[in-house]
């Protein structure tokens, strides 16, 4: 395993943050909500910035420099995603809105020629509502069911239970890397190995593990694999599609508009290649580039050693709450992402988050997106820290200092 980084080499990457630097509520800001949205780097920002300075254009449209550029910048941002992943073309990497809207593409576009009456569609009581709904309106749509994969109360995965509910009518599996409410990290390569052996596809929800550890589709197998740009220190409003060519090839359109069509007439029209199919209308240029450069500051980082500070982190963190009374951590899978969620006995989460953040700690309460789970724990929410590699042990101690603070005040 890889050395965790150094306190130095978390202040040097702090300083590349420029929101982390600032005074919440008259406190310096302590920011443990990298689940539901990461910083951005100040390359990130800048990249930003330079496009709409310099090359902002619409893209594909050719005919002058700025069209050419903002295309340029665009395609390769493309090959950034393709190799970030380890993609095999970049005709597999289409662009989309973010996690949810890859999900509800493939769920539309793939669920509506592939699922019949009596099929199943398998999915994770830990799912995020974005990988459960999308698959229940192509269910309503198609006659086929949602069944929920059991989880047990560590928050793992029953794969015993998993492979009963295998069979022929099982068309496709949803599951996501790791769970944004619990941090539990699946065992993914298991889960398509055995989803497959049924003929069933898979699609895996990345939205939380792009950010902790490098993603390899083609050594994974899945069939399809989605993230969201803002949760990889890129921007909101661009996400990706990653699918297995065949398969995307064989998929009908999601959206019809502009850049998807080959040609428009009254009687008929003819759709583009890969990856143009799936991205009707003018696309997140800016978002686009703003991601790639989010991937090329990750490039300039040891990954292994990011992982390592963040499992440091997040173990850290959990001894700590395991010592305060009546704190109940929800979510005890062996294998986590840096995700502590937790109940304090006698408080409401929106009570405690709101109290964080008066000393200017930001941490996010509620259901998390995961209704089906927070009512097999048993509670409408829970206050969830999650961590990134910028985080520190001080901000850590800070968490803990403020929950001390507020149970003397509470009970
Ligand atoms: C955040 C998240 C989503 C939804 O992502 P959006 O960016 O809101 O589309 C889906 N699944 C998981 C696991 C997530 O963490």
Redesign the pocket.
Known sequence: MSQPLTTLEVEKIRADFPILHQQVNGYPLVYLDN???TQKPQAVIDALVYYYTHDNSNVHRGAHALSDRATAKFESARKSVADFINAAHTQQIIWT???????NLVAASWGADNLQTGDKVLVSAL?????IVPWQMIAEKTGARVIPIPVDNSGTIEMEAFVALLDSRVKMVAV?????ALGTINPVAEIIKQAHAVGAKVLI????AIAHWPVDVQAMNCDFYVF?G??LFGP?GI?VLYGRRKLLEQMPPYQGGGEMIETVSFSGTTFNQLPYKFEAGTPDIAGAIGLAAAIDYLNTLDRAALAAHEDALLAYATKKALAVPGLKVIGTAKSKAAVLGFVIEGTHPSDIGMLLDQQGIAVRTGHH?AQPLMQQFGTPGTVRASFSFYNTFEEIDRLFAALDKIRQLLL
């Open positions: 689940a539901a949205t809105r973010g996690t949810t809207e890859s999900i799912e995020h509502h974005s990988d996501n890397h790791v769970s944004n929800d990345g939205a939380q969201s803002h949760k909101t996400g997106c």
